[in-house]
Nanobody
């Protein structure tokens, strides 16, 4: 059974930093593209950053220059280092694992971790 467990969220002041983690189990982690998504109250879930199985990361415009995503295939973990946080970064952050194999979509989500940026 695939499980994705996020951690690292919390309350931080504007300009502060947080590091989110997501540990995966029950899957061949290295073969999946991984992503961080977020959903603010009353808004749709949106992508923040994705990293391919090969380690290439891409970022939403809102995250460029402030957030950095990485993966550790040995630890089966992805990270999202978030710097210079803004109140508009307040959201629930979700970990996603995705791949297409033999025409079958494999798509898994964690339960999320809450990030609140407020003074």
């Amino acid at each position: 059974q695939v499980q994705l467990v996020e951690s690292g969220g919390g309350l931080v002041q504007p300009g502060g930093s947080l590091r989110l983690s997501c540990v995966a189990s029950g899957m061949l982690f290295s073969t999946y593209d991984m992503g961080w998504y977020r959903q603010a109250p009353g808004k749709q879930r949106e992508p923040v950053a994705v990293i391919t199985s090969g380690g290439s990361a891409n970022y939403a415009d809102s995250a460029k220059g402030r957030f950095s995503m990485s993966r550790d295939n040995v630890e089966r973990t992805i990270y999202l280092q978030m710097n210079t946080l803004k109140p508009e970064d307040t959201a629930d952050y979700y970990c996603n694992a995705y791949k297409m194999q033999f025409g079958i979509r494999h798509d898994y989500w964690g339960r999320g971790t809450q990030v609140t940026v407020s003074s």
